[in-house]
């Protein structure tokens, strides 16, 4: 064999590696299933890139983090009242980047610690920079499959992806109870090599067999089951919706911030049906991460789809400027009816209110300062 069909097979691997094993996914549909009780005013906070990594202080992000989950108790309580609390964290995406074994293992431990403290359970999905580190996706993987508060299932078999399940509300959290709610978590940010380290990564976008599969599993729990899906990467429906409201005059409702683009693949041979066979399907909303400076929401035809607030001041995220003459920051300003600078960093709160499809979903802006920190709350 010679070297470039050496390098071609070599290239390959990853990709057979993550969406080529022997089983079907349809000859096991059951095995994706978790199952929760469902209540009304169920609660799922979303976090989304907060990007670990080797220059990370732990102590620092872990005293943010404490801050959301203690503001996002106390809105509850306030809002609901004193029995209200967060159900579920869905973590989409970019959790670690050129992160180790300590900062995974740090992570985790803190979910568990904030689980018990909370009474909630937590669910990661993976973004494009997860498997940018010095451990094997196999070990990372195990963390959140062996954690008692996670729910994380990654099944070796021909759907792509690593972090394809379902989390089912019943009426009684058993897998034999009517489902009232269907949670989708897809894995869009798989474009990732088996190796330890791997800096080379492309974005990637949510493919048909995994349409195909969520399809499957929301038939088996009935048509008329509301859903949501969570995921990281944004995918062609996001800018469909821009375009046709700022260049085509659609008036589809919109709120929030878009200061950059949304990060999708931006290739039309590669994009996702996942929508369109949703809003056939009765999937309510679709909620990501990925793109930082940007947590813009929209009701797209019938599905609200937007991007969740970054979590926390790894990397890089947006500075607002209230007195910017942008339109995209005006616009944004005006939306959320907030009049000072503040960063683009916080957290998501869906509040599934009842079993017909009515949820509330709300957008936290946190903002540590030493004069008292920047806490406010938008709702969709």
Known sequence: MDIKAKLILLALVPLCLTSCGEKAFADHLDDYVFTMKYHDNFNILQLTDIHWNYNSSTV????????????????????????????????????????????????????????????????????????????????????????????????DDNLYGRSNFIINLTDDGSKTAATKWQLANLDSGASFSETAISPFRDYDYLRKDQTQWWKMEHDRVGVDVPAIAYYHIPQADNLKAWNAIHYEGA???????????????????????????????????????????????????????????????????????????????????????????????????????????????????LNERTSGDFVRWVKW
Do not use: C
């Open 251 to 365: 008036t589809y409702k919109h709120k929030f911030f878009k200061l950059e683009g949304f990060g999708d693949n931006g290739n039309e041979a590669y994009a996702s049906d996942f929508i369109k066979v949703g809003r056939e399907n009765n999937l309510k909303g679709a909620f990501m991460g990925h793109a930082h400076n940007v947590d813009w929401t929209v009701d797209y035809d019938g599905v609200v789809i937007g991007l969740g607030v970054k979590t926390g001041t790894e990397l890089y995220f947006a500075h607002v400027d209230a007195q910017s003459t942008k339109p995209e920051v005006q616009e944004g300003l005006a939306s959320v009816g907030i009049n000072e600078n503040f960063d683009l960093i916080g957290a998501s709160l869906v509040t599934l209110k009842d079993t017909v499809g009515n949820f509330d979903l709300e957008h936290l802006y």
């Open 60 to 155: 620092a992000s872990r005293a943010y983090l404490d801050k959301v989950f203690a503001q996002v108790q106390r809105h509850l309580k306030e809002e609901q009242g004193e029995n209200a609390k967060i159900d579920l964290v869905e973590i989409t995406g970019d959790l670690f980047m050129l992160a180790n074994t300590f900062h995974v293992e740090t992570l985790v431990k803190y979910m568990e610690e904030k689980a018990d403290e909370y009474g909630f359970l937590y669910a990661a999905v993976w973004g494009n920079h997860d498997h940018h580190g010095i451990y094997n996706p196999n070990w990372l993987s195990n963390q959140f499959k062996k954690a008692p508060h996670s729910i994380h299932i990654d099944e």
